[in-house]
């Protein structure tokens, strides 16, 4: 089958999770390639099989190399051990319906599926670049639409779990579209994520050197006081190749100076800790 068709298909069955994004009702039908709700908003299913559900451009912060880079460090294997842990908290992993928020190029929940997440997935990411890699390595895996949390397009109530990992969140968003008991599960960097990085491009400048995610926790348990956390560290052996990827990928690079940079390019690291706060909450109401 053609993705087009495999994806309109796929919105047949499953056009309940989804919103119209512009005024918020259901979708009504599936006409062709195009989903449409009540009020006639339509929306096309691309050749990739992917939906793109922005009401404006997205934005495109993260390059396609960057994009890229991020999947070849994916299979090496750099985030197993915590998408493992995050495997760990989703309930019945065989069915659940989970929407991976901030998808990017798609690895995450590529991985996830070979572990045995095999439900309804949804991926979705503001950058369309992301989506389109995401459709072209992972289309088995999820389906893949570009959207913008701000303008929802998903229904109340649709989903088991919201994967939250090192995206942005919005929590009354994330209780929406939950089922009642969902779990939101969010991975946000711990202070010795990445350190021998951070230590390497900003040896000078304390303030870009250090990292504090102090914030980001005391509001998740502000919204959420029964939630529980998890730390999860472990280091990574790099080499040449896969510190060129994580140097790609990261954020980190893009405040170093080109000092800093030529020095971490002459002196590749040998390896790298990756360190995070696993924030897991369940839907109350
Ligand atoms: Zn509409």
Redesign the pocket.
Known sequence: MKKIEAGSLYLKQHRNIFQ?P??K?SFETVDGHSVV?A?G?HFDVSKKGTLHLLMKGGQNEYGKEMLSSRKNLADTGFFYPLLDAVYAHIDNPESAIVLDVGCGEGSHLHYLTEKGLAGTKVGFDISKDAIQLAAGNFFEDAFWCVADLAHSPFAESAFDAILNIFSPSQYQEFDRVLKPGGKVIKVVPNAKYLIELREQLYALDTTKREYDNQQVVDRFYEIYPDAVSEEVIYTVDLDEKSYGWLMEMTPLSWGASEESLANAAANPLKSVTVAVTLLVASKTI
């Open positions: 119209c512009i005024c009702g709700c009020n908003h």
